[in-house]
């Protein structure tokens, strides 16, 4: 069974960073696209960044490019979520989701995922 367990999220002040972790077990975590979503109260979930098995292609959301970058160390099995210049916007729950094993599709919508994690909160003050 794949499991997906966020951490990293809390409280910051606007202009802060923060870095958000996502270990996966149970999966060829190699072979799997990754991706970050948000969903703030009262809205769908959004997404924020995604990145191929390889690393080597990534995708941000236009609210957050040049503040966010996406990484991964596939030896760790995790991925990674570094988070500038926070605002008051950024304040969410923030899921890390992974596709199925060998899948090369668009990253940007839910379902591409087949596997979440359990979401961890960032909150931004201004």
């Known amino acids: ?64 490019k040049g503040r966010f970058t996406i990484s991964r160390d596939n030896a760790k099995n995790t991925v990674y979520l570094q988070m500038n210049n926070l605002g008051p916007e950024d304040t969410a729950v923030y899921y890390c989701a992974a596709s199925p094993t060998g899948y090369i599709g668009n990253l940007y919508s839910t379902s591409a995922y087949d596997s979440w994690g359990q979401g961890t909160q960032v909150t931004v003050s201004s």
Do not use: H
Request: aromatic share 10%.
């Open 1 to 64: 069974q794949v499991q997906l367990v966020e951490s990293g999220g809390g409280l910051v002040q606007a202009g802060g960073s923060l870095r958000l972790s996502c270990a996966v077990s149970g999966r060829t975590f190699s072979t799997c696209a990754m991706g970050w979503f948000r969903q703030a109260p009262g809205k769908e979930r959004e997404f924020v960044s995604g990145i191929r098995w390889n690393a080597r292609i990534t995708y941000y959301a236009d609210s957050v």
